[in-house]
C-alpha cells in the first residue's frame, strides 16, 4: 500500500506524500490544491458545494482501450487521492502549444461568451468536455452539459452559441496528439490501493472488495465514501475533520455490469451518468428521473450506491428503484444477501445495512410488458435542484383493466422515501378508473403527514403527492 498519490499534470507524473506536506490533508479538495498553485488559479471557488460550477475541471482517466476519457467535474467535491492515477486538466492547460486559443476559447470569445469572466474558467472546462465528446452536440445537450454552470453575467445565450460553434464533432486538439504519451504516464501509476495516515486523519483507498470488507471489519467506525459528492460537504460546508475514510472509488468489481433477459445489475460504483446510458431504452422510468438528477459535473462523479446510501428522503434513485422492484445485494466478510429496495430504508437516513457491509450493487428484474412506470420530481427548478416531492409509480393491470399489481413510491413525504400502502391497498384489484383513483387520492393523507421546509410547504407536498397520482392515472389509462 502506497501512502502517497500520483496523477498527471501539466504533461508530468506528480507525486504528493501527505507525510511531507504540512498543507495539504487527504480531504482537502482538488479546488483548494490548485488554488495553492500559482500557475493554476483560473479555478474558482464560487459555492463550494457543487452548485455553480465555477470550479469546473477535466479529469481524464485511461481506458481499457488505452484511450482517455474526458469529464467534467466540480473540483470543490473532490478530495485528492479521488485523482491519484487520472489527468488533471484545467483551464490553463487548454492553449494550444502554437499560442493559439482552443477551439472552446476562440469560440467564447468569438460569440462574446464572458463580461466579468468569474464563471468563465469553469464554462470553458465544461465546453472543453464537450468538445472532447467528439460528437456534434444539439441543443438539448448543450443545455444539459451547461445546467452545472451559472453566469450572473452574460446572459446565456451567447455561450450557448459559442459551444454550437466549437463543437465539431472531431474534437482535435493539442490533447488529442498528446494522447498516447499521457497514457504512458498514466499507465507508470502503480494501480495498487493507497493508504494514508497523517496525525488527525487515515484514507484508504483499496483496490478489491476483499481488502476494502477487511477494513470495514477492522474499523467498523471509518466512513466510506464513493464519489464523495455527499460526503464532501461535511468537510466545504461544516469544516468537519473527517477522521477516517474508506474510499471505495478504485474497486473495480463495484464498476461491473451484468443481465441477461431477466435482469440488470448495476455496480454500486457505477456513476450517474453511465447508469443514464445503461438504463435509457429498458428501465425509462429511471431514466427520466436521471436526467433532472443534479448537473453533469455531479452525475460525472455521484454512484448510484452513494445514492441509495445516504438514504435520504428526498433522493431521486430509491423511489424509482422500489417502483422497479429492484433489489439492493450487500456484502460483508459474513456472506451477501439481497434487500428489496422497499425495505432496505428503515427510517430516517437509516438503513438495513450494517457497519460491516458493502453496498455491491442493484439488481433491476426487467419489468414485465404490461406493466406501466412512470416517475415525477417535483422541485423549484427542472436542473440542478433536489426534489420537493418525488414519485415513481408503477401499474400491471390484467386484461379486463384490474389492477393486479401497483407501487406508488413517494420521496419527499415522509422521513424516508415510502410507499402509499393504503392508496396501494385499496387500489389493488379494482378497476383502473378515475373515480378509482379520487378516491386513493383521499388515501395519501393517511398514508402521510409530510413536513413544511424551504423546498414546500406540507399543504403544497400534500397536494402535489394527491395531484402527481392523478396525472399517472391519466398518463397510463390506455
Ligand atoms: C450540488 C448537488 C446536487 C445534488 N443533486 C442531487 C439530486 O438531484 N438528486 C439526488 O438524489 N441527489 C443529489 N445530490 C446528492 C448526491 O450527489 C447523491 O446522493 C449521490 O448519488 C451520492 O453518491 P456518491 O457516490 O457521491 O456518494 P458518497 O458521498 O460517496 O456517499 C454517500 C453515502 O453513501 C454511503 N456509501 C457510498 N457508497 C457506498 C457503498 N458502496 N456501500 C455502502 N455505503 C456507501 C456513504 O457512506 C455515504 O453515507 C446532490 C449533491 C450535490 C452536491
Ligand atoms: S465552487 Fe460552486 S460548484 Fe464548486
Ligand atoms: S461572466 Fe460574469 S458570472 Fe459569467
Redo the contacts with the bound molecule.
Sequence with gaps: MKSSIAFVLDGKVVEIDFDRSSQLTPTTTVLNYLRGLPQHRGVKEG?A???CGACTIVVGELTANRTIEYRAV?SC?LFLPMIHGKQLITVENLQELSGKLHPVQQAMVDAHGSQCGFCTPGIVMTLFALYKGGSRPSKDEIGDALA?NLCRCTGYEPILKAAAAACDGQGRDHFSADEAGIAELLGSIAPDGISISTESQRYDQPATVNECLLLMEKLPDS???????????RVTKKFENLHHII???RIAE?RSVSGGDRSLTIG??V??SEVMELVRNDFPGLYQMLT????R???N????????????P?????PVLMAYGAEII?RSRRGTRHVKADSFVQGY?KTD?QPD????AVMLPRPSASARIQTY?V?KRRD????TVSAAFRVDLDKQGMVSDITLAY?GMAAYTKRASSAEAFLSGKHWDRKQVEEAQNLIDKDFSPISDVRGSAEFRRIAARNLLLKFWSETKG
Design positions: 459555492c458545494e457543487g452548485d466540480d467535491l452545472g466512513l466510506i465514501v464513493n464519489g464523495a459528492t455527499d460526503v464532501a460537504l474510499d471505495c472509488s463495484l454500486a460504483g456513476r450517474i433532472v438528477f443534479a448537473a459535473q455531479i452525475r462523479v455521484a454512484t448510484l450506491g452513494g445514492n441509495i446510501g445516504t438514504a435520504s428526498i433522493g431521486d434513485s430509491l450487500l437516513r445495512r457491509e458493502l453496498i455491491m420530481k422541485s440542478l435542484d433536489i426534489a420521496g
